[in-house]
């Protein structure tokens, strides 16, 4: 692309993000506070109808920010921002028009599909302002664009993941925000209050009648997906997360009913590098989606595994980051036609989650053929017998977990 143009792009996108800060806010909103289509969003990506990788993103994950925020619109800036320096990715482009939710019935209509009505009605009233919508210091926030993005998360994943079930598409990248895994049925947390991926499971399982798999690779444990499928037959949820906040995500909670078994926890100790976690998803991961045989596999993707993300305890690099997504790409192409959608979670260190972001979508475009780029290279080698001593108390918990689920 030229770099003038280039150049015009992030200075609308830089413009846009403004907007939450209050300033311009009206530009964007109508009289009633509702967002409107504005002409002020382009995106750098290629688009071509011949792509077989499908992308979803939209202006208002742009719109809706909060600058100061480590939730905010920049992580997504920031991966337009290093596109330049990935060439040849040509896209499907997936649309959603932000029409049918206008009101905050019909938000709540669309998003009770996962969600209590309850709990949505309670967040549905703060939702438009632009202020926290907890008192936890982990939580979401409202704002003029807030529902608008929230709605169209939701569904985005949804079309995106149905068309690679479809087989229309082979896989595909949901560069979606606000994150979701924390949300639960009745509860928000860490940034979430609505589960766009849980969305697009219970969806797909509703449309297809064929069992989809949730793994989420988040530095944190996806509690409000857990949630929402701890007793579901149709959707399993498989998580390799650290030890940590949100302090759930034990080995032992593996499913109740009819979802019994169908839950899987691999709680790793803090300050592990990608060598533990390339080895927890070939032995724990990989004979889950084996056994479980799902037909489509959607990852709750979060880039705060990386050694320089402030709110993650790992040490993994971009590079060791994406021979987690080779192996998912192995393990789908071998159980599920390859028919895998990644659904962006967290990721705070804005450099290192751009770079991860376009490292996986140039493996979804490219596969083997993907050259990664890590210029920010490996984690600082910290002490070998500390190291040693964490890799052993990863290998005690990676047996039980296989014992706990038979594998
Ligand atoms: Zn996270």
Known sequence: MERSTFKRRQLLAGFASATAMGFLAGRFADRAGKPRESNLFETPFTFSDESRTGLFEDESFFFHDWHSHPESASRLMQVHDELSDFKDMKFRKIAVRSSPFQGAAEWIEALSVVHDRKYLERVSEKIDQRDYLTQSRWSPYGGPHARDATYKAAVGTFELASKVANGEL????????????????????????????????????????????????????????????????????????????????????????????????????????????????????????????????????????????????????????????ASVQRVAERVCEGKVVFVLEGGYERRATALGVLNTLNRLVADKKAIIKDPLGPAPLGDAQEMAKLEREFAKRLDSARKVHGL
Request: aromatic letters at 10%; one cysteine or more.
């Open 170 to 325: 082979a896989n595909g990248f949901a560069l979606i925000r606000p994150p979701g895994h924390h949300a639960g049925r009745a509860f928000s947390g860490g940034y979430c209050f609505t589960n766009s991926v849980a969305y697009a499971a219970k969806r797909l399982v509703a449309k297809n009648r064929k069992p989809v798999l949730i793994l989420d690779l988040d530095v944190h444990h996806g509690n409000g997906t857990e949630d929402i499928f701890y007793s579901s037959p149709e959707v399993t949820y498989v998580s390799v997360h650290q030890d940590d906040w949100p302090y759930t995500g034990g080995i032992e909670r593996t499913g109740e009913g009819a979802g019994s078994g169908l839950n899987f926890n691999l709680p790793m100790p803090l300050g592990l590098t990608g060598r533990s976690w390339h080895e927890a998803v070939e032995k724990f991961v990989v004979p889950i989606v084996e056994k479980t045989r799902p037909a489509q596999i959607l990852v709750s993707m979060g880039y705060d595994t990386h050694w320089r993300d402030p709110q993650g305890s790992m040490l993994l690099s971009v590079d060791e980051q994406m021979s987690l997504v």
